[in-house]
């Protein structure tokens, strides 16, 4: 484009150097000195000024700067597209990362369900201090499950629900883990709901009861 524009102005500022009806002049003129040709009859020809430059040379030497100045449009196509298969890759990278850490980390609570007492407070120590050094989303899975884990003397499904809740709530996180986390809480929070209900439905049929052994001291009050 920038080759067309220049070509285009050069055309027009030599239309507009020889008027129509001048192009045996402009011939004349532009042939070197010393040509018998040049020279007409009755007139001179004025030297070259010095210094000056033919506007062909001239045109050539700017195209090169550009040339050099700026990269091509193939050279900035090939960048952009090295560019993008590098960040697939890495995306590709951290997201089999991530895939391996979830695989784990259901390795390992699956782990902590087969394992005596103090094995599994072994593991809640090593959870914890793991916690304490980084809050990411990989330690924070790995020490909710381990609360989370049944029948053990430390579960607290109320903590590990609350550790999981900023990666569910988090909408900018995605990935296996995100995926794993969301799993996790849900199915911690639908059983924290479960024992809510069989924690209700407990005190209400103590309430039965009282009330029954209340109705039977009465009656057995009255008897003579």
Request: contains cysteine; aromatic residues 4%.
């Amino acid at each position: 484009m920038k080759r067309l524009l220049l070509t285009v102005s050069l055309v027009l500022a030599g239309c507009s150097q020889f008027p129509p009806g001048a192009d045996s002049r402009a011939a004349v003129e532009t042939r070197p000195a010393g040509d018998p040709r040049s020279v007409s009859p009755g007139r001179t020809v004025a030297p070259a000024r010095a210094g000056a430059e033919n506007p062909s040379i001239a045109y050539k030497k700017d195209a090169a700067r550009s040339e050099t100045a700026e990269p091509s449009k193939a050279e900035l196509l090939r960048t952009i597209d090295r560019q993008s298969r590098r960040i697939v890759e890495l995306e590709s990278r951290a997201g089999d990362a991530e895939s391996r850490q979830a695989v784990d980390l259901v390795a390992y609570f699956q782990r902590m369900a087969t394992l005596h007492s103090e094995e599994q407070a072994h593991l809640l120590a090593a959870a914890n201090q793991e916690y304490a050094r980084d809050s990411g989303p990989y330690s924070r899975l790995r020490l909710a499950l381990t609360l989370a884990t049944p029948g053990t003397a430390f579960n607290d499904d109320a903590r590990a629900a609350a550790l999981l809740d900023p990666l569910v709530a988090n909408a900018s996180t995605k990935g296996p883990l995100k995926q794993l986390a969301v799993l996790v809480h849900g199915l911690i929070s639908e059983r924290v709901r479960d024992q809510k209900r069989v924690a209700q439905l407990k005190e209400q049929l103590d309430g039965l009861r009282a009330i029954d052994r209340a109705l039977i001291d009465r009656e057995q009050g009255k008897a003579p």
